[in-house]
């Protein structure tokens, strides 16, 4: 049986060796794992994959060649609570969910107030209160296109508003994994020049003064070689990021090497009216996004991060933010920061062509006057040469 297996990993393209495959074979005569067939799968890539590139290859012919092998597990064992609480909520079908009525971020608004005085006891499975596992534009855990989601985790990633005290992560700047290829694209942005005091030796100055000197050393300094490009990095944080803090922390790390004149800020899904530096103190220690505006040359490079999903209302509406009512649009303050900064990109770790079906993104990306670039190499490249024009 598994030298057809081992077969069906040389036709995936994933280089197996014999000696490999006796490795395995042997842990299993000396029956170093359970009868089981998750341990069986752990041993077996092991022993076979020697990079972690073929990892998905391994898990698709692992998959191919052993479907069905599930029905030999012991089925007395209870069902985890989580799949039975999956399994409860409603699944609609697209026509289904088109027919749900969108009230309208005022109208969405003012209904919420009406419901937080009627309703008195918990509900689920609705489609007027607020409760979970319905369809109603308030609640948690079903199925809206519009809706303000309260307590719960999101899943279909369309609410309007979120209440629920949210805590956000830091993404660190030390980390290296993964960064040596980001810090190359980067380097197309640096500008070097000779600025300050005279303390480091010209060779080939000083090679050239000697030679006319008859010999005789005559040494010449000048000042040190550095980049002085300034870059303001402004940066999403929690909510949808969640999914691309390995992408944003090795893109930070590398900017921070790369970039000795580097600040940078966080923000939640847009910029409203305020900035910070630390999650952990974000609402202890908040910066003025009008100060952040005034403290930074106009020849600052602007570099944004973030995927830009959300609610469209978030961009466009006064009071659209999911967290608090912003007086102004974020859309009011991104003009303000690409017109006071004339470089400016906007960097999306989601795969571009997602994009077309993100209607927020393409609001943001109209914004940036089309500089928005995946977080790839081939687009870190492009974003980097359109800066440096």
């Not at 890539?45 to 069905?68: H, T």
């Not at 599930?70 to 697209?94: G, S, Y």
């Not at 010449?220 to 909510?239: A, F, H, I, T, W």
């Amino acid at each position: 049986m598994l030298i057809d297996f081992f077969f069906t990993l040389k036709d995936a393209r994933i280089p197996v060796t014999i000696k490999e495959f006796l490795t395995l074979l042997e842990a299993m005569e000396k029956q170093v794992l359970a009868p089981s067939l998750d341990d069986f799968y752990y041993m077996s890539r092991l022993c076979l994959v020697k990079d972690e590139a073929n990892y998905d290859k391994f898990d698709r012919a692992f998959g191919q060649y052993f479907k069905g092998i599930n029905a030999v597990f012991d089925t007395t064992k209870e069902i985890p609570l989580d799949w039975l609480l999956q399994r409860m909520k409603r699944e609609l079908t697209p026509e289904q969910i088109a027919a749900l009525e969108k009230f309208g971020y005022d109208k969405l608004m003012d209904r919420l107030n009406e419901l937080l005085k009627e309703q008195k006891e918990r509900h689920e499975g609705g489609n007027k209160w607020i409760g979970s596992g319905g369809t109603s534009p308030f609640g948690n855990g079903g199925t809206n296109p519009e809706g303000i989601r309260i307590g719960g985790k999101g899943g279909n990633r369309t609410a309007v508003k979120v209440w629920e005290q949210r805590t956000y992560k830091d993404y660190d700047g030390e980390r290296e994994l993964g960064t040596r290829n980001i810090k190359v694209a980067l380097r197309r942005l640096r500008k070097f020049a000779r600025q300050g005091v005279a303390e480091e030796l010209a060779l080939d100055q000083t090679i050239r003064a000697t030679a006319n000197n008859a010999g005789y050393l005559d040494i010449k300094m000048q000042p040190e070689r550095k980049n002085n490009v300034k870059v303001l990095m402004l940066m999403d944080v929690g909510g949808t990021m969640d999914d691309h803090i390995e992408r944003a922390e090795e893109l930070f790390s590398a900017a921070k090497t790369e970039f000795k004149n580097m600040e940078f800020y966080y923000f939640h899904n847009c910029v409203y009216d305020y900035l910070w530096r630390s999650n952990r103190r974000r609402n202890a220690e908040r910066f003025a996004t009008w100060d952040v505006l005034r403290k930074y040359p106009p020849d600052t490079k602007l570099i944004f991060v973030g995927d830009a999903t959300m609610s469209p209302y978030e961009v466009l509406q006064p009071g659209g933010s999911v967290e608090y009512n912003n007086e102004e649009a974020g859309a009011e303050w991104l003009q303000r920061f690409t017109t006071h900064f004339p470089k400016f990109i906007w960097l999306n770790p989601e795969p571009e062509g997602l994009w077309q079906y993100r209607q927020s993104i393409s609001v943001i990306k109209q914004l940036m006057n089309n500089r928005m670039f995946p977080i790839t190499i081939e687009g870190l490249e492009r974003a980097m040469r359109t800066l440096s024009k």
